[in-house]
């Protein structure tokens, strides 16, 4: 009957991970969660209800027998899960309505022995006593009745087991949670304690909830709660996000008229529900806080079903109304943005304004529909839906996408008799490896091996600062290769494990905690040695302690290598060594686990300046929430302008943009505008820095990610993903920092994080379209422009410019990965070499310093920082910055002058009065803040200069890369020869490595920089020199010449410097391929005579004379422009090479 195609089509896809674990005394236990929602969870709550703080107000009869229920079901479940081989975490087939699958007899025997308890398994369950209840949980094969009306069949929850002789059978393993849920609410009436109950769940869940939106960055203002105006519904306030306000109001299940023989009854709670709206928006006049108050409602149930509707608010400000398991999925996945309540609070009212009808199972399908049209309800370009059915699905997928980021679980404390709750650290796909939750005392690691549960945790002596910091970071990798360890030799660590437990602790310290601090801030340890050095200690069964030795200090912090991750497997395979039964080569073990090169997880060191130390805030990304937004008013405000829907005409393309452009430079000019001018600067700055940090931080760190979990890990991904959103929020951030300088404001708003948000999503948007606008103008795309149905200005996707950028930017990320992956480490000595005389000379024409000079006045402008402010950015007069610099420095007042006046930015009359200067999306700009590093304020009592020392020590690279690359747009004599050699240099060098790369494909003959052969020139027809082959390869055995056209291009980074590169590569009677093309011609029309040069003879037959463009790296522009000329990166030039001569032999081989 259930496979027939009426019954499945009624089947709705599962909403939840179909395996969990329940916290309890003996626990954790495994539990299916069935057909009833969040099964798992809410039996969980009144566990936590009943035995957690304040369950000592319910009767201690009801307490008792409430455990002896619990003990015995929950062990019951357990037992049948794990004889069934089910596991933490699983989820349920992705299959709807198909055909229901029987398995074989084998498996089926398997099954029913899972279920099936004689007196013995029993026994191991629960004491006997306990075991009683079983009998009123139980009917004979056969006493259940099939019903097939419309509407829940309790009697496989009432009495889910079967009796059979001298044991039971599990009939309805699946649902035994909602059963243990249900008998507990009936045990609580039956002694009179449900309203207590009822009282202590909406307090559990209240403290749930606020202290979820705590981890989420809000703070909890006082009183904790507010005073209790409904005696249902209990309340709490929060700040969050600088302006923002969260009130919190809790309401749950009341158990009234609870029906002990219907597991899914009705709670009648239309009347609460209106209450708990009347509490928090309450009719009236709007208060200016209600337009920054987040509402959110928190409707609890337990397990049975009721009805939820809100009213429209009455109130500005967002409504959102969820359960606590749901608002912990959506905490999981986007908690460390402390506005995603807010945004989709927002977002979510205007979906139920705007549609006349939305049907939702749960706010976290809701949840799950937005998130999966990037944090909006923009759901397609066509006309806003009328009416909107999410699909249960939704929850689903987030939940098991936050089961595999965090897989939060309890295991056993190794300290005390309690339940600890843990969190993936790395991804559940990834490694086994947990950090405890932050609501427990301990700060431990745990490795969940099989078997064995290895615990990592620091020494009872506190560390602070940076000794703390590194603390961490060495406990992380002792996890780590324990984890390794286990996987390579898997009875190592059980040699040293408490086998009674199946646990092992793992402790760690510091010798001499003050000499290693000093060690850490870049005192010299006067004893030191070469090798790291870690000492250790097998204790009693169980027990391992590892002491790092100061002596050792200057080896563990290198920068290159993994010497340090080295000594700790040393160190760890050395102790389980001494206790292995059999032969352990530690030598081997460490070579196999550990081989030098990348792997390694203690990046320490002393922090390069880009990593300097300091409080800083969250590196924040552009938000694709405030990015929908933006949109969506830009086309209202295009439709405004009288622009009508539908396609827009090719030749209106560019004015369609700019006006888009101008709107979005009018809304950051509106919006600075307002802002007050105390410490604005400095917040901008302090945000840049936090990107600067945090793109530093993850370029030293991706190599070793790669080479530890692989570029499929989750930690792997999330780095590399995260690139194009980091370059695009920096462009951003130094938009508005540019702006402020040159326009400051005069308003009274702070920045807040909304407004910072805005004007971010904002700046992207204007620099992208002024970007599209560009490639449109130099002919690189042909997309077409439409005002959509939606409302939106939409883009046509797929055209040649978004293609090749695409397509470029997969390939060098691609190159990166692999070469990260593939670059065995070595030893490299670092050398600084001083820049020559004659760039000396030449920056001193340009600029009136030296490169030497702007080197040490950047290092002098960071140390006074440091030296006379107490936070970063940092602020000064301009006047104590002069005197400091020429003091120190002992240079003149005019390099002084020259110095400062190339490197600050300053207020101007108008933004756009340095004309292409001041466009964001351009690059090598004299006034942007990549080069002006300092900003200078004009206030009443004198002008102040701010800098943040991390912009200020990336900016000396940056001008060095300008000279040395010859980008640098000299107006001196001096500097335009200087840079015409460093090219012709550079050209040079790169004919060589072309030359090399040919040899290296298999040419046994190569040249390069020729300009003869047999003496003759290479000349057209009509008498034109042709110029020198650049590099040329010669393979006799597959009758091939190669003639290369090296060119050494700098990356081009906008439509601008696109058209450039276009220009030379390709386009014109001057570009690389026409000039490659008609010289591979002159070796045709001569090929005896080059023959005869290179190889010896003059037998044409056969050959064959290919031309190719080399470049130093992969173009964007031989991507969106064809070429009829290959076109190849340097890197890939051999390879190319191979495949043309092997195709050719194949080709031969066929004849």
Same mark, same amino acid.
């Given at each position: 009957?259930?496979?027939?195609?009426?019954?499945?089509?009624q089947e709705d896809p599962y909403n939840d991970l179909y395996t969990a674990e329940v916290p309890f005394h003996g626990g954790p236990y495994l539990i299916a969660q069935g057909l009833t929602e969040r099964s798992a969870y809410t039996v969980s709550l009144v566990l936590r209800s009943v035995f957690g703080p304040g369950g000592e107000s319910l009767p201690s009869a009801y307490r008792r027998? $409430?455990?002896?229920?619990?003990?015995?079901?929950?062990?019951?479940?357990?037992?049948?899960?794990?004889?069934?081989?089910?596991?933490?975490?699983?989820?349920?087939?992705?299959?709807?309505?198909?055909?229901?699958?029987?398995?074989?007899?084998?498996?089926?025997?398997?099954?029913?022995?899972?279920?099936?308890?004689?007196?013995?398994?029993?026994?191991?369950?629960?004491?006997?006593?306990?075991?009683?209840?079983?009998?009123?949980?139980?009917?004979? =094969?056969?006493?259940?009745?099939?019903?097939?009306?419309?509407?829940?069949?309790?009697?496989?929850?009432?009495?889910?087991?079967?009796?059979?002789?001298?044991?039971?059978?599990?009939?309805?393993?699946?649902?035994?949670?909602?059963? /243990?849920?249900?008998?507990?609410?009936?045990?609580?009436?039956?002694?009179?304690?449900?309203?207590?109950?009822?009282?202590?769940?909406? #307090?559990?869940?209240?403290?749930?909830?606020?202290a979820l939106l705590v981890h989420c960055g809000a703070r909890l203002l006082q009183p904790a709660t507010l005073p209790a105006q409904d005696p249902q519904i209990s309340r709490a306030r929060f700040a969050f996000a600088d302006d923002k306000v969260l009130d919190l109001a809790v309401i749950a299940d009341d158990l009234s008229d609870y029906d002990d023989h219907d597991p899914y009854g009705?709670?009648?709670?239309?009347?609460?529900?209106?209450?708990?709206?009347?509490?928090?928006?309450?009719?009236?006049?709007?208060?200016?806080?209600?337009?920054?108050?987040?509402?959110?409602?928190?409707?609890?149930?337990?397990?049975?079903?009721?009805?939820?509707?809100?009213?429209?608010?009455?109130?500005?400000?967002?409504? /959102?109304?969820?359960?606590?398991?749901?608002?912990?999925?959506?905490? #999981?996945?986007?908690?460390?943005?402390?506005?995603?309540?807010?945004?989709?609070?927002?977002?979510?009212?205007?979906?139920?304004?705007?549609?006349?009808?939305?049907?939702?199972?749960?706010?976290?399908?809701?949840?799950?529909?937005?998130?999966?049209?990037?944090?909006?309800?923009? +759901?397609?370009?066509?006309? @806003?839906?009328?009416?909107?059915?999410?699909?249960?699905?939704?929850?689903?997928?987030?939940? &098991?996408?936050?089961?595999?980021?965090?897989?939060?679980?309890?295991?056993?404390?190794?300290?005390?008799?309690?339940?600890?709750?843990?969190?993936?650290?790395?991804?559940?796909?990834?490694?086994?490896?947990?950090?405890?939750?932050?609501?427990?005392?301990?700060?431990?690691?745990?490795?969940?091996?099989?078997?064995?549960?290895?615990?990592?945790?620091?020494?009872?002596?506190?560390?602070?600062?940076?000794?703390?910091?590194?603390?961490?970071?060495?406990?992380?990798?002792?996890?780590?290769?324990?984890?390794?360890?286990?996987?390579?030799?898997?009875?190592?660590?059980?040699?040293?494990?408490?086998?009674?437990?199946?646990?092992?602790?793992?402790?760690?310290?510091?010798?001499?905690?003050?000499?290693?601090?000093?060690?850490?801030?870049?005192?010299?340890?006067?004893? *030191?040695?070469?090798?790291?050095?870690?000492?250790?200690?097998?204790?009693?069964?169980?027990?391992?302690?590892?002491?790092?030795?100061?002596?050792?200090?200057?080896?563990?912090?290198?920068?290159?290598?993994?010497?340090?991750?080295?000594?700790?497997?040393?160190?760890?395979?050395?102790?389980?060594?001494?206790?292995?039964?059999?032969?352990?080569?530690?030598?081997?073990?460490?070579?196999?686990?550990?081989?030098?090169?990348? @792997? @390694?997880?203690?990046?320490?060191?002393?922090?390069?300046?880009?990593?300097?130390?300091?409080?800083?805030?969250?590196?924040?990304?552009?938000?694709?929430?405030?990015?929908?937004?933006?949109?969506? *008013? !830009?086309?209202?405000? &295009?439709?405004?302008?009288?622009?009508?829907?539908?396609?827009?005409?090719?030749?209106?393309?560019?004015?369609?943009?700019?006006?888009?452009?101008?709107?979005?430079?009018?809304?950051?000019?509106?919006?600075? $505008?307002?802002?007050?001018?105390?410490? +604005?600067m400095s917040e901008l700055m302090a945000r840049h820095e936090a990107l600067i940090r945090d793109e530093a931080l993850q370029d030293r760190i991706l190599p070793a990610r790669l080479a530890c979990f692989g570029a499929s890990s989750q930690p792997a991904r999330e780095l590399a993903e995260d690139s194009r959103r980091r370059v695009a929020a920096a462009q951003a951030s130094r938009f508005?920092?540019?702006?402020?300088?040159?326009?400051?404001?005069?308003?009274? @708003?702070?920045?807040?994080?909304?407004?910072?948000?805005?004007?971010?999503?904002?700046?992207?948007?204007?620099?992208?379209?002024?970007?599209?606008?560009?490639?449109?103008?130099?002919?690189?795309?042909?997309?077409?422009?439409?005002? !959509?149905?939606?409302?939106?200005?939409?883009?046509?996707?797929?055209?040649?410019?978004?293609?090749?950028?695409?397509?470029?930017?997969?390939?060098?990320?691609?190159?990166?990965?692999?070469? /990260?992956?593939?670059?065995?480490?070595?030893?490299?000595?670092?050398?600084?070499?001083?820049?020559?005389?004659?760039?000396?000379?030449?920056?001193?024409?340009?600029?009136?310093?030296?490169?030497?000079? +702007?080197?040490?006045?950047?290092?002098?402008?960071?140390?006074?920082?440091?030296?006379?402010?107490?936070?970063?950015?940092?602020?000064?007069?301009?006047?104590?910055?002069?005197?400091?610099?020429?003091?120190?420095?002992?240079?003149?007042?005019?390099?002084?002058?020259?110095? !400062?006046?190339?490197?600050?930015?300053?207020?101007?009359?108008?933004?756009?009065?340095?004309?292409?200067?001041?466009?964001?999306?351009?690059?090598?700009?004299?006034?942007?803040?990549?080069?002006?590093? +300092?900003?200078?304020?004009?206030? $009443?009592?004198?002008?102040?200069?701010?800098?943040? =020392?991390?912009?200020?020590?990336?900016?000396?690279?940056?001008?060095?890369?300008?000279?040395?690359?010859?980008?640098?747009?000299?107006?001196?004599?001096?500097?335009?020869?200087?840079?015409?050699?460093?090219?012709?240099?550079?050209?040079?060098?790169?004919?060589?490595?072309?030359?090399?790369?040919?040899?290296?494909?298999?040419?046994?003959?190569?040249?390069?920089?020729?300009?003869?052969?047999?003496?003759?020139?290479?000349?057209?027809?009509?008498?034109?020199?042709?110029?020198? &082959?650049?590099?040329?390869?010669?393979?006799?055995?597959?009758?091939?010449?190669?003639?290369?056209?090296?060119?050494?291009?700098?990356?081009?980074?906008?439509?601008?410097?696109?058209?450039? #590169?276009?220009?030379?590569?390709?386009?014109?009677?001057?570009?690389?391929?026409?000039?490659?093309?008609?010289?591979?011609?002159? &070796?045709?029309?001569?090929?005896?005579?080059?023959?005869?040069?290179?190889?010896?003879?003059?037998?044409?037959?056969?050959?064959?004379?290919?031309?190719?463009?080399?470049?130093?790296?992969?173009?964007?522009?031989?991507?969106?422009?064809?070429?009829?000329?290959?076109?190849?990166?340097?890197?890939?030039?051999?390879?190319?090479?191979?495949?043309?001569?092997?195709?050719?032999?194949?080709?031969?081989?066929?004849?």
């Amino acid at each position: 009957m259930i496979s027939s195609p009426t019954v499945r089509a009624q089947e709705d896809p599962y909403n939840d991970l179909y395996t969990a674990e329940v916290p309890f005394h003996g626990g954790p236990y495994l539990i299916a969660q069935g057909l009833t929602e969040r099964s798992a969870y809410t039996v969980s709550l009144v566990l936590r209800s009943v035995f957690g703080p304040g369950g000592e107000s319910l009767p201690s009869a009801y307490r008792r027998d $409430a455990r002896v229920l619990a003990q015995v079901l929950l062990g019951l479940s357990d037992s049948v899960l794990v004889r069934a081989g089910l596991r933490r975490g699983v989820t349920a087939p992705a299959s709807v309505r198909e055909e229901v699958f029987v398995p074989g007899e084998p498996a089926l025997v398997a099954l029913r022995n899972a279920v099936t308890f004689d007196e013995a398994a029993l026994a191991a369950v629960a004491p006997a006593q306990a075991l009683r209840l079983l009998d009123d949980l139980s009917v004979p =094969p056969g006493g259940h009745v099939l019903t097939t009306e419309i509407g829940s069949d309790p009697g496989l929850i009432l009495t889910p087991l079967l009796a059979a002789s001298g044991g039971v059978i599990v009939a309805n393993p699946a649902e035994l949670a909602t059963t /243990l849920r249900h008998y507990l609410l009936v045990l609580a009436g039956a002694h009179d304690c449900q309203p207590t109950l009822a009282r202590l769940v909406r #307090e559990n869940a209240l403290h749930e909830a606020s202290a979820l939106l705590v981890h989420c960055g809000a703070r909890l203002l006082q009183p904790a709660t507010l005073p209790a105006q409904d005696p249902q519904i209990s309340r709490a306030r929060f700040a969050f996000a600088d302006d923002k306000v969260l009130d919190l109001a809790v309401i749950a299940d009341d158990l009234s008229d609870y029906d002990d023989h219907d597991p899914y009854g009705f709670w009648n709670a239309a009347g609460l529900v209106q209450r708990v709206q009347d509490l928090i928006d309450a009719p009236g006049d709007a208060l200016e806080e209600d337009a920054r108050c987040l509402r959110l409602i928190v409707n609890q149930g337990l397990g049975r079903a009721s009805t939820f509707g809100l009213r429209e608010p009455s109130r500005p400000g967002p409504v /959102l109304a969820t359960t606590v398991d749901d608002l912990k999925v959506m905490a #999981e996945l986007d908690g460390t943005d402390p506005l995603f309540l807010w945004r989709f609070a927002q977002a979510d009212n205007k979906l139920y304004a705007d549609a006349q009808f939305v049907h939702s199972f749960s706010k976290l399908d809701n949840y799950g529909l937005y998130r999966d049209h990037d944090y909006s309800y923009y +759901l397609s370009d066509g006309p @806003k839906p009328t009416g909107v059915m999410v699909n249960p699905d939704f929850s689903e997928a987030l939940r &098991i996408e936050a089961h595999r980021r965090h897989d939060h679980h309890v295991v056993a404390s190794p300290h005390r008799p309690a339940l600890v709750p843990v969190v993936a650290l790395y991804g559940v796909d990834t490694a086994p490896i947990y950090r405890t939750h932050p609501s427990v005392p301990e700060r431990e690691l745990l490795v969940e091996t099989a078997g064995l549960h290895v615990w990592v945790g620091g020494s009872e002596v506190e560390t602070t600062g940076e000794l703390e910091s590194f603390q961490s970071m060495v406990l992380e990798a002792v996890a780590y290769w324990a984890w390794q360890l286990s996987l390579t030799a898997p009875g190592a660590l059980r040699a040293l494990a408490d086998d009674h437990r199946g646990r092992l602790q793992i402790t760690m310290s510091f010798d001499d905690l003050d000499r290693w601090q000093d060690a850490l801030t870049g005192h010299p340890i006067h004893d *030191e040695e070469e090798k790291p050095r870690i000492a250790w200690k097998a204790g009693s069964k169980g027990r391992l302690h590892l002491e790092l030795l100061a002596r050792g200090a200057s080896t563990l912090l290198q920068e290159e290598g993994n010497n340090a991750d080295r000594a700790i497997v040393r160190a760890l395979t050395e102790a389980a060594a001494e206790r292995w039964q059999g032969e352990l080569d530690t030598d081997v073990l460490v070579e196999r686990i550990a081989p030098y090169g990348h @792997k @390694k997880m203690l990046h320490g060191g002393i922090s390069p300046m880009l990593l300097r130390p300091g409080p800083l805030p969250a590196a924040r990304l552009v938000q694709p929430a405030v990015s929908a937004v933006v949109l969506d *008013e !830009l086309g209202e405000w &295009i439709g405004a302008q009288g622009i009508r829907q539908g396609a827009i005409p090719e030749d209106q393309r560019l004015k369609v943009l700019n006006k888009a452009v101008g709107h979005y430079f009018q809304r950051i000019q509106e919006g600075i $505008a307002k802002l007050s001018p105390d410490n +604005l600067m400095s917040e901008l700055m302090a945000r840049h820095e936090a990107l600067i940090r945090d793109e530093a931080l993850q370029d030293r760190i991706l190599p070793a990610r790669l080479a530890c979990f692989g570029a499929s890990s989750q930690p792997a991904r999330e780095l590399a993903e995260d690139s194009r959103r980091r370059v695009a929020a920096a462009q951003a951030s130094r938009f508005l920092i540019e702006y402020t300088a040159a326009t400051p404001p005069s308003g009274d @708003k702070p920045l807040t994080l909304d407004t910072y948000d805005t004007l971010v999503a904002i700046a992207a948007e204007l620099i992208s379209r002024s970007t599209l606008s560009d490639a449109i103008r130099h002919d690189f795309s042909l997309v077409q422009l439409s005002l !959509l149905e939606s409302g939106r200005l939409g883009v046509s996707r797929g055209d040649r410019f978004e293609t090749g950028t695409n397509a470029l930017a997969l390939a060098r990320a691609q190159s990166v990965m692999r070469g /990260l992956a593939q670059d065995p480490l070595a030893p490299q000595a670092r050398q600084t070499t001083a820049p020559s005389a004659q760039v000396e000379q030449a920056m001193l024409a340009e600029f009136g310093f030296t490169l030497t000079d +702007l080197a040490q006045g950047l290092g002098e402008i960071i140390a006074l920082g440091d030296d006379a402010c107490e936070s970063e950015p940092f602020v000064l007069p301009v006047a104590q910055v002069k005197q400091r610099v020429q003091s120190h420095l002992g240079w003149a007042e005019d390099t002084v002058h020259a110095f !400062l006046d190339r490197l600050t930015l300053r207020p101007r009359p108008e933004f756009l009065s340095v004309n292409a200067d001041a466009w964001p999306w351009r690059y090598n700009r004299e006034w942007s803040y990549a080069r002006r590093p +300092l900003v200078r304020m004009t206030l $009443a009592d004198g002008d102040l200069l701010a800098w943040a =020392p991390r912009h200020v020590w990336s900016t000396g690279p940056y001008w060095a890369e300008l000279v040395y690359s010859g980008r640098l747009k000299a107006t001196s004599a001096t500097m335009k020869k200087l840079l015409g050699s460093i090219r012709q240099e550079h050209n040079k060098d790169f004919e060589k490595q072309a030359q090399q790369a040919l040899a290296q494909a298999g040419c046994p003959i190569t040249a390069h920089s020729v300009a003869k052969i047999a003496g003759r020139r290479l000349m057209s027809p009509q008498g034109h020199d042709l110029g020198d &082959i650049d590099a040329v390869g010669i393979n006799p055995k597959r009758r091939k010449i190669f003639v290369v056209e090296a060119k050494d291009f700098e990356m081009a980074r906008n439509p601008s410097e696109l058209a450039n #590169e276009a220009d030379a590569l390709l386009r014109g009677d001057k570009s690389a391929t026409v000039k490659i093309a008609r010289r591979a011609q002159w &070796i045709r029309n001569h090929l005896a005579l080059t023959l005869n040069q290179f190889t010896g003879t003059r037998d044409t037959h056969g050959w064959s004379v290919i031309p190719v463009v080399a470049t130093s790296r992969d173009l964007m522009a031989s991507r969106v422009l064809a070429s009829d000329v290959p076109v190849v990166a340097i890197d890939g030039l051999p390879a190319w090479a191979e495949v043309q001569m092997r195709s050719q032999a194949a080709r031969r081989r066929k004849r």
